[in-house]
């Protein structure tokens, strides 16, 4: 509430007057936290112990068991599960990665932090996936692994990626930044994969402010992956503090290593937002369903399933319909209006560091970059805001 001004203050210090009230904005995302979560965190601060630790160790085991893969390793971003998964498929210097351009650009910057060459296929049009009738063209003798994104949620069909790469000995690493709580042929999206990578950035649905998770299969690689996102060290600083006469261990670093690791106060936050995950998925997917029913004939543009799985709706986008204003119209009128829409995905090739590097052409990736409209998704989206971004999209289009 604005403290009121007194009447005799002096004229020339008193601000000019305000301007008219905008009409509240509907953000296009809002993390969906609260109570529980503040005191998980204020557990650890009490704790004394805020660096990985126990709780580091709990959100994974309860991750991992979530997806049904036996390891699961916790760090500070999905940049950086992105990083150590292309190291655990054995990428470096010179390879090739054959990933989709249309993803956010972190998909392509880990395949550079490496050495490695990203190599952009395109995309499917209805989930904005890579197929392996986009992926095969790309592949060749310098390639070691395919960088497959579930594109704001979408399942890819990992399946079919893997069936073309694996008998090639290429890897298949999963994106799945977006993807907590999407499913696959009937498992949670990760499941199936050697390596997957996953987000718990604010603009994803399970958050704790920033941190990611790289899943996998292999123990010993598992091990690794521990050891790389804490400075390559054989003893992690936890173990060896839950020692007795723990200053007597003595670690080695016996490879180039990382500072990725993920702190206690994010992984108690975490663990609570694992819980809320299937009610956070359930209720996107029940607004999705009614965006498509309210938008009518433009809710044929929206974003689908595909045949073999069912997203998270982590984005919730839309192709503009061909006729429709400019995008960069319709999002400066629907801001206008008090609703936050943004672009749709970005295409990496089109970015400084990528541009002019693209072998093959990615129509379908400019189309879907160019033409596409996240709407505002998120758990606490109430009814009436819903229909308000509708009635405003709806009016934008019709003229
Ligand atoms: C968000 C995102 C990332 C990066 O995740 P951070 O946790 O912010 O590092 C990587 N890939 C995709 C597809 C993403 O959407």
Redesign the pocket.
């Known amino acids: 509430m604005p403290i009121p001004e007194p009447s005799s203050a002096p004229a020339p210090s008193s601000p000019p007057p305000a301007a008219p009230t905008p009409p509240s904005t509907i953000p296009v995302m809002l993390p969906w936290l609260g109570e529980e979560e503040a005191q998980a965190a204020a557990e650890v601060v009490r704790s004394g112990w805020v660096a990985q630790g126990p709780r580091v160790a709990a959100f994974e085991r309860a991750f991992a068991e979530h997806l049904g893969v036996p390891h699961a390793v916790a760090v500070s971003?999905?940049?950086?599960a992105?990083h150590l998964a292309l190291i655990g498929a054995g990428v470096g210097a010179g390879d090739e990665v054959v990933l989709p351009s249309l993803?956010?650009i972190?998909?392509a910057n880990a395949v550079r932090y490496l050495g490695a060459v990203p190599v952009f296929a395109d995309v499917e049009p209805a989930g904005g996936n890579l197929t392996p009738d986009t992926v095969r063209p790309l592949l060749g003798a310098r390639t070691r692994a395919v960088l497959a994104?579930d594109q704001g949620g979408v399942p890819v069909d990992l399946d079919a990626l893997t069936a073309l790469a694996a008998p090639r000995g290429i890897a298949v690493v999963e994106?799945a930044?977006?993807a907590a709580g999407s499913r696959y042929r009937g498992r949670p999206v990760g499941a199936t994969a050697e390596l997957a990578a996953f987000?718990?950035?604010p603009?994803?649905l399970l958050t704790c402010g920033?941190?990611?998770m790289v899943t996998c299969r292999d123990g010993e690689l598992a091990a690794r992956l521990r050891r790389l996102r804490e400075h390559g060290m054989s003893v992690s600083a936890a173990e060896r503090h839950a020692t007795a006469g723990g200053a007597s261990v003595l670690e080695t670093y016996d490879e180039v290593g990382f500072n990725y690791r993920m702190t206690d106060i994010q992984a108690a936050i975490g663990l609570v937002q694992l819980g809320k995950l299937p009610a956070m998925v359930a209720r996107r997917r029940e607004l999705g369903e009614r965006y498509r029913r309210l938008l009518g004939e433009l809710g044929e543009h929206l974003v689908v399933d595909p045949p073999f799985g069912a997203g998270n709706l982590q984005s919730c986008w839309l192709l503009l319909p061909p006729g429709a204003p400019d995008r960069a119209v319709v999002l400066a009128e629907l801001a206008a209006a008090g609703v936050a829409a943004r672009r749709g995905i970005m295409a990496a090739h089109l970015e400084a560091p990528y541009r002019g590097t693209a072998r093959v052409p990615l129509p379908v990736t400019e189309l879907i970059t160019a033409r596409s409209l996240i709407l505002p998704l998120y758990h606490a989206l109430t009814e009436r805001q819903q229909d308000h971004v509708v009635s405003v999209l709806r009016t934008i289009l019709a003229r």
Do not use: I, P
């Not at 971003?77 to 950086?80: E, G, Q, W």
């Open positions: 971003s999905c940049t950086t992105l993803s956010f972190a998909t994104v994106d930044a977006c987000s718990f950035h603009r994803k920033e941190g990611g």
